[in-house]
C-alpha cells in the first residue's frame, strides 16, 4: 500500500514468527492477507495454507505476482479490501493476517467484524489501538472499542512490534492482536443499536459515575436507570469503566428488552 495510507512494511523476523505462530495455520485452512506489501509474511504463509492476498498497490501487486508465480494455492486481488466481497476470498471460514497501514487499520477491522466467514485474524496495529481494544475493565484504555470487538470475538495480545521492526521505521509502536470469532455474537444484531446506545452514553463522561451520563443521554429518567444498575449488580457509584462487558450486556436487556 502506498505511504499516504501510513504503510510500514514488517522485516523483523521474530515478529514474523509469532504471527505465524499465532495464525494455527494448517494445510487446508483458507488464508487471506490483507496489504501483504513486499512479501515478507506472504511467503511463508503460501507456504502453510491456501492464501488469497488483497494488495491495493499496483505496483507491490506486480512485484508480487512475479515473486509468487508458479506458487500452489496462491492468488492475488489487486483491490482495496474494503471494498472486496467476502465470498471472492475463499472457501469459508476464512483466517485473516495483515500489518496493517494505521489509517484504515479501524475499518478494516469493524469490516472483518461484521462478517461471519471467518474464525480467526491475527492483526497488527498501533500500539495504543490494541491496547483498547484488549483492555480489561477498570482501565483508561477500556471503552466502547473494546466492548465492540468483545461482542464479536475474543481479543488478546500476541506480540509487540517496535518500530525498529518496520522499513520505513514508523513513530510508534505497534502490536499484534488475535482475535477469534464467537460462533454466536453476545449481541443479536437487532440489539446492537440498543447496546451501542448505553455504552457511549455512559463512556461520554468516564470521570463521572456512569448513573450521570446515562440519565442525561437515555429516554428513561434517572429514577428507571439506577433501578436497572440495581437489578444488574452495578452499584450506583460505578463509572464505564468499572462495567464490566456482562453488566452492558445486562443493562441493556434491562432497560431496552425489558421496556414495555
Request: charged letters at 25%; proline letters at 7%; hydrophobic letters at 45%.
Amino acid at each position: 500500500m502506498r505511504a499516504r495510507l501510513g504503510q510500514h512494511f514488517l522485516k523483523d523476523p521474530l515478529v514474523r514468527d509469532r504471527i505465524l505462530a499465532a495464525a494455527r495455520i494448517t494445510r487446508g485452512d483458507s488464508v487471506v492477507e490483507i496489504g501483504p506489501g513486499r512479501g515478507f509474511l506472504t511467503r511463508d504463509l503460501a507456504r502453510l495454507g491456501s492464501l488469497t492476498a488483497v494488495e491495493m498497490d499496483e505496483r507491490l501487486a506486480e512485484s508480487l505476482r512475479l515473486e509468487m508465480e508458479g506458487t500452489p494455492g496462491f492468488r492475488l486481488i489487486v483491490s482495496d479490501f474494503l471494498k472486496v466481497e467476502p465470498s471472492g476470498l475463499g472457501e469459508p471460514p476464512l483466517k485473516f493476517v495483515a500489518n496493517l497501514p494505521y489509517s484504515v487499520a479501524a475499518p478494516i477491522l469493524r469490516r472483518i467484524l461484521s462478517w461471519d466467514c471467518w474464525s480467526l485474524a491475527v492483526l497488527m496495529f498501533q500500539k495504543e489501538v490494541a491496547e483498547r481494544i484488549t483492555a480489561q475493565p477498570g482501565g483508561r484504555d477500556y471503552g466502547v472499542l473494546t466492548l465492540s470487538v468483545a461482542i464479536k470475538a475474543s481479543a488478546e495480545t500476541v506480540t509487540l512490534a517496535p518500530a525498529s521492526a518496520f522499513s520505513p521505521k514508523p513513530k510508534v509502536e505497534s502490536a499484534v492482536v488475535l482475535l477469534k470469532r464467537r460462533a454466536v455474537p453476545l449481541v443479536p444484531s437487532g440489539g446492537e443499536e440498543a447496546f451501542f446506545r448505553v455504552a457511549r452514553a455512559a463512556f461520554s463522561q468516564r470521570r463521572k459515575k456512569a448513573l450521570n451520563p446515562l440519565s442525561g443521554a437515555l429516554p428513561f429518567g434517572r429514577e428507571r436507570i439506577a433501578g436497572a444498575l440495581a437489578e444488574c449488580g452495578i452499584p450506583q457509584t460505578a463509572r464505564a469503566e468499572e462495567i464490566p462487558l456482562e453488566g452492558f450486556l445486562r443493562l441493556t436487556a434491562a432497560l431496552f428488552l425489558d421496556d414495555g
